[in-house]
C-alpha cells in the first residue's frame, strides 16, 4: 500500500462520495487542513484522515476518518491501520507526544485498541457548534 498526502483537487470529489454513501455529511473543502493523508493500492484509495495540532502543543488528534465503502471492510480495516501508525509516526517526526482520536464506530475504535490506543470507557457525546 502506498501513503501520501491528500489532494484536494484529485480526491476530494471521491472522498465526498465516500462521506455521502455512509450518511456522513460532506466536510467543506477549506475545514481539511495541509496534514490530510490517502492510502492507496494499486487498484483503489481506501481511506484518508487528517492530524490537528492543539494550537502548538504536543497533542495532536486524528480527524475526519473515512474509509472507501465500496472495498471490503478487512482492505479498509488493514488501510486505517496502516495510515494510523504513519501518521503517528509522521506526528512523532514533529515532536508530538499524544495522539487522540474520537470516534463513535467501533469497528474504527478496535483497530485503534489493536495497534497502541487505549481507552477510558467513558461516554462521549461530540458537540458542535456552527459558528
Known sequence: MNIRSFDKDKDYNDVSSWWTKQNWPVIPIEFLGPNGFMIENEQNKIATMWVLQFGGTPMYSIEWIIGNPDIEWQDRSEGIKQLTNYLCD????????????????????????KIGFTTDDTHIYPLIRSL
Open 90 to 113: 509522521w506526528t512523532k517526526k514533529q515532536d508530538g507526544k499524544i495522539m487522540l482520536c474520537m470516534t463513535q464506530h467501533k469497528r474504527i475504535a478496535d483497530n485503534f485498541l
